[in-house]
DNA sequence: ACGACCTATAGGACAGTCCTATAGTTGACC
DNA sequence: GGTCAACTATAGGACTGTCCTATAGGTCGT
């Protein structure tokens, strides 16, 4: 304790976290209204104190080491509790802050985020990608993250959100659109908007239509749930989506039996429990409105047992 | 948080923290290093920042303030962090400190207690009764309290470790020592080893015999499983304990059907949820031998389902 | 009422941090 | 390949803030 305040200088701490977020001397003494000089000594301080290299060149620019990110999510975790301690000691409630992917936001949280800002509790959000949510809760920079289809790495506490059926977007007069589901096999020679090569959910359909030894075209290249349905709307082709979608006006949802659901996972770090269980109480219960009216259930609520042992973990409400 | 850099000056947060340890600015100046009057005038600093008043006079002495409280836990949670980090920049580990009372390090988490460090965590340990250890860990002080009968106030985290069935140890020959197990009717009549009157588990018996219309002797008055064995043995009467007693030489223990049985939960606070999680792992699965030889499962592993629905909450293994 | 044991205040001494100035390093561009 | 631009890194003087000693102000026990 006595040792850890002496070489953990939490000044210096804090200044080493604003320079992590900017990899950049000069720019982050900017923004602690310091001289680049001054925090350039603070950082070689910390370093010497500690024994341990927090940062190294990597060519015209910086890079942190594996010890400078811990620190710098320690440096952000701090500001957060001290952020949490004085909103509680002056009434008032810190924001929490997540990232998700822009589908999940508009279609899978979208209703649980209203609930949560109802609630009182102000709320900030941060879109990104699979990659660049799971690190921003890593680092420290966001409290919670919801990612989709694979559980995150086991290092992170998680719990499953939701979970939807993939379903066939189709013209309402389509000769499949009466059926109450479908195989991967009935798509055979059928037209279909998929994202652009590369992405995940691209990747997915690939493999599993090739798997089922299904022959189909592509009718175009679209990134995101809205565009995909949309441009199947204009009668281009039919497409996949996650089951939480709306179907736009003249087209049906039929779900697929085959392919895999979509399940939705909320991870953050356990230091950052306190704020993750709180903003949890409202993400889940009822997501969002489900595709097919009314019946669209989400595998949320009564989490189901972990499929992947000792994965996933779960906060009740407080 | 920025501002939270500013109001919480780190080093007068943690001075703070010792000082909440002492009540008393002159030995906390000692601990620190640091001349009373320059004590006084961070802490005073800090108090005028924050616009709260952090402590008062209590008569001679001083008490803090319900904000200087949890301030106070801040400090020694942040200290804690610190520790953790610099434990593990180093490769080492920081020690998980935990309280429980003396019979349940003894019978309930001694197996538990012996698994961590034998993982090559060091533990610290700290007994206390069921209000000292709740105390303990609302401060800051302890990271993992275990405490027996009532769950934890909803406040705090817990999870349930594991639940005993109340047995009678009595004589090999006694008439009731062959039957498999016991109504409390059949206590009819009987002298009791017991705790003396206030303490819980004397007040639990007091008020199931009682209900139950059974009129018994007082044999003696002690504290302890330990000491209600003993005497038990010495032949004083039957006496009333936990499942996990092991009988000494010459009694039996047989499980009394209608005493409810005596649940242990670990309680943490949610900022302690890493280092809980951690030896959570260890104190679970298969607590101290049963008091019937192999027989007495304890409730664990798999929680059961909560009986206090919203109070218990779980992590899982990491 | 006095003494012991505190907390609280005042004012001067010192230490650490911050600044300006400048040298060193690396990549980009002509 | 030489020069420029954008940084990082180092040195040395100025100043702000903290710490100390000394002392006054409270509160309780005898």
Redesign the interface.
Known sequence: ?T???E??E??AV?AFGVFADHLNFTTAAATLHLSQPSLHAKIRKLQAG?G?ALYERDGRGLRLTA?GE??AA?AR???R???D??A??SGGLAPVVLAAGRGTFRWVIGDGIRRLAGSGRPVRVLTADRDAALTAVTSGRVDLAVIAHDPPP??LRSTQLAAYPQTLLLPREHALADRTHLDLTDLDGLDLVVPPPGRPHRRALDRALLDAGVSWNVAAEVDGWELLAHFAALGLGATIVNGCVHPPAGLTAVPLRDLPAVRYWTVWR??R??SA?DALTHLRRAPAGPGRSGAGRPGADQPET?EHP?H???????
Not at 312 to 318: D, I, S
């Open positions: 304790m040792v850890a305040e070489l953990l939490p000044d804090h500690l341990i010890a811990r620190l320690f975790d701090t500001a509790q001290a952020g301690l004085l509680d000691l086991p290092s356990p230091e429990d306190r269980a972990p000792g996933p973990t779960e906060v009740g409400p407080r």
